[in-house]
């Protein structure tokens, strides 16, 4: 594993570099002024006089430059100079870079040697406590565990605990910047929704006002008769003053109580009738029937919605004959159905654009229930169910 970290060098950090020029300029001071760890007649110093102190020294700033790109690789070179240093007279920056290198180890390295390394600087501190006083029998034996501790096991240790803050704080900022993500995409996500939420609002207050004058103005620019037009002009200047009056209660609900006008109230189903005599007013021959109980609020709209948005589309496109509109509720589930006239029109048309349609199924989805629209039996049929259930509102 230290060979490939070898292979996978990136350039020493500037902070490690200048930790090692420190050590080194520190311990060469120190052999110059011939300061070392102990007594040159010290039975341990195999290698008697100053210089020898140099090649464990300079190891251990080479480590030094390794501590953060390879640190295993420092671990393991600064472990053999550490040894080769207790053969020497000694150098106390030779010992501390040796804990430095010992706490980079644990604080950079990969986390299975970082748990290794401190299970074994704690055994070889236990280890340098027992088996010395064990054999000498004396107080002064204990002091090799106690060295061992401070140059080992103590720099694992806060690297250990260093480790631990530093990932602690990491996971914070990650968790902090998941949160930060997940609130912009609920943000974008209700914006969208409240997007869609008023684009079916409008279309389905206006859409049928602007249809009818657009098919009766259509009628009065086609026929060449006074009351004809007079009749239509009539049709046309009254879908004209309720189409004004639904974008001013729609402006009212998006200035959000700013004081010009209340909201108006939701419509439920008991002014399909109103409805449906409005349908009548522009043309259409609608027969309703409607067997229903205590509908959930959110229903009613939807419910309401998709009648409107059926009876536009009928004045639009529908041939001339009568269109059935049928709400039943069974079995906790109110069906809606709406059936008019499919196939050539000769009269006037006005455009279309599939929006109705989709703010129908989108409706629909919202609370749970099923659409489908399509012709069936010489009809243009379209029917909803909802689950007699409160639900998201629309």
């Known amino acids: 594993m230290a060979v490939r970290e070898l292979h996978r060098l990136r350039r020493p950090h500037r902070f490690d570099v200048y930790i090692a020029v420190g050590g080194l300029l520190g311990g060469l001071l120190l052999v110059a002024i011939g300061l070392g760890t102990r007594p040159s007649d010290d039975p341990i110093a195999l290698l008697d006089g100053p210089w020898p102190v140099l090649v464990p020294l300079c190891v251990m700033a080479g480590c030094e430059v390794l501590r953060r790109i390879a640190p295993r690789t420092a671990l393991l070179i600064g472990t053999a100079a550490i040894v080769l240093d207790t053969l020497t007279q000694g150098n106390l920056f030779t010992v501390l870079m040796y804990t430095d290198v010992m706490y980079a180890a644990v604080l950079y390295g990969p986390l299975a040697s970082a748990r290794r390394i401190q299970w074994i600087t704690g055994l070889l501190t236990v280890a340098g406590t027992l088996v010395p006083f064990a054999v000498w029998r004396v107080p002064e034996a204990l002091l090799i565990g106690v060295v061992v501790g401070i140059v080992a096991y103590g720099p694992a240790a806060t690297g250990w605990i260093v480790r ?222 909802f689950p007699l259930v409160e639900g998201e509102p629309v």
């Open 164 to 385: 631990n803050h530093r990932d602690a704080a990491e996971a914070a900022r990650l968790r902090a910047e998941q949160t930060a993500l997940l609130a912009e995409m609920d943000r974008a996500q209700a914006v969208t929704t409240e997007r869609a939420r008023m684009a079916r609002e409008l279309h389905d207050m206006v859409a049928n006002h602007l249809s009818a004058i657009a098919i009766h103005s259509t009628a009065a620019l086609s026929i060449d008769d006074p009351d004809t037009s007079r009749q239509a002009l009539s049709v046309i200047r009254e879908n004209s003053v309720e189409g004004l009056a639904e974008m001013r209660r729609l402006i009212g609900i998006l200035r959000d109580g700013s004081g010009d006008r209340e909201p108006a109230a939701a419509p439920t189903l008991d002014g399909l009738e109103a409805l449906v005599d409005g349908a009548r007013a522009n043309g259409l021959d609608v027969t309703l029937d409607s067997a229903h109980g205590e509908v959930p609020a959110p229903v009613e709209l939807a419910a309401y919605r998709i009648v409107q948005e059926s009876l536009t589309n009928a004045l639009k496109h529908a041939c001339p004959g009568r269109v059935t509109v049928a709400l039943v509720q069974r079995d906790g589930v109110l069906d809606v159905r709406v059936r008019s006239p499919y196939g050539h029109r000769d009269g006037p048309r006005a455009p279309g654009s599939g929006a109705g349609l989709v703010g129908m199924r989108e409706r629909a989805a919202l609370l749970d229930g099923t659409f489908d629209a399509g012709p069936e039996d010489s009809c243009w049929t379209v029917r909803a169910t």
